[in-house]
């Protein structure tokens, strides 16, 4: 699954006089320790914490002192944006993902996670150029994930041939990325076409660590080719290896009712 934004803006002159005071007083503020910038990061990870498990008013709290600790992080602003998102104020979201990019606009974790939240919200045409603005960033690590977030973007919204160009860059990069062998695989099983699908499920698999998502496929590939040998060997190798994760059962479920 990291373009400048111009913050201009028009004021009458009372207004300006109270827009130049503020800057003037934040420029005299003292700058956050490196002590409240720690204790700033923590709230940080506490917020997202509790956003992963559900509970928004403590995020809230959390990354309210956040910000207060230190308003210039950039990390803080993208935490924010995903609160904001998750409590369906998008307006909001937007405005703290654009303070983040404005605080780091070199930083590609911040453009990738941007692109994630345009994605998510229907914004494909501008998630998948974010996408492609960190994989293009020599500071990003891991290109061959934002090209994979890119086709995944472009799945959604029906655009397959350019996701599959993106599936492709991405293991051009890193040929044992499996999600991205996963998703273009699964792609072309989507579109009937098996004997590629069950061509790259194999090459991968004979190549690098097996996934529990590239083994179902495997499975349900092999069945639709009638290859009833070939769907066993699939289904013995997940149920050894990956048993009790969420594709064992989606595999037992598939046993019971094969139709």
Same mark, same amino acid.
């Given at each position: ?11 009458? *002159? ?8 503020? +800057?003037? *007083? ?31 008013? *403590?995020?809230?709290?959390? #990354? ?45 974790? &911040? &453009? ?39 086709? &995944? ?17 991405? +293991? ?32 991968? #698999? ?10 179902? +496929? ?10 009833? #040998? ?30």
């Amino acid at each position: 699954m990291r373009t400048a934004v111009n913050t201009t803006w028009q004021c009458p *002159l009372a207004l300006r006089l109270a827009a130049g005071a503020t +800057l003037l *007083l934040a420029a005299c503020a003292t700058a956050p320790s490196n002590r409240t910038r720690d204790a700033a990061a923590y709230n940080v990870q506490l917020g997202i914490a509790y956003l992963h498990q559900g509970d928004i008013a *403590l995020a809230k709290d959390k #990354l309210d002192r956040a910000l207060a600790e230190d308003p210039g992080s950039a990390d803080v602003h993208s935490a924010r944006a995903m609160l904001f998102e998750r409590m369906h104020n998008p307006d909001q979201a937007d405005a703290e993902f654009r303070t983040s990019l404005r605080l780091a606009p070199h930083d590609p974790d &911040v &453009v990738n996670n941007y692109a994630v939240y345009l994605c998510q919200n229907g914004r494909t045409v501008e998630g998948v150029r974010r996408f492609e603005e960190a994989a293009h960033n020599a500071l990003y690590r891991t290109p061959e994930a934002a090209y994979t977030n890119a086709g &995944v973007c472009l799945r959604a919204a029906k655009r397959d041939d350019e996701a599959r160009a993106d599936f492709g860059r991405a +293991l051009r990069i890193r040929p044992n990325f499996a999600e991205a062998a996963y998703q273009l695989t699964e792609l072309q099983f989507q579109h009937g076409e098996l004997a590629p699908a069950r061509a790259g499920i194999d090459a991968f #698999l004979g190549s690098y660590e097996a996934t529990a998502d590239l083994l179902l +496929l495997g499975v349900r590939v092999a069945r639709a080719q009638g290859d009833r #040998l070939g769907a066993q060997r699939y289904a013995r190798r997940l149920q050894l290896d990956f048993p009790g994760t969420d594709q064992a059962r989606a595999l037992a479920e598939l046993e019971r009712n094969p139709g």
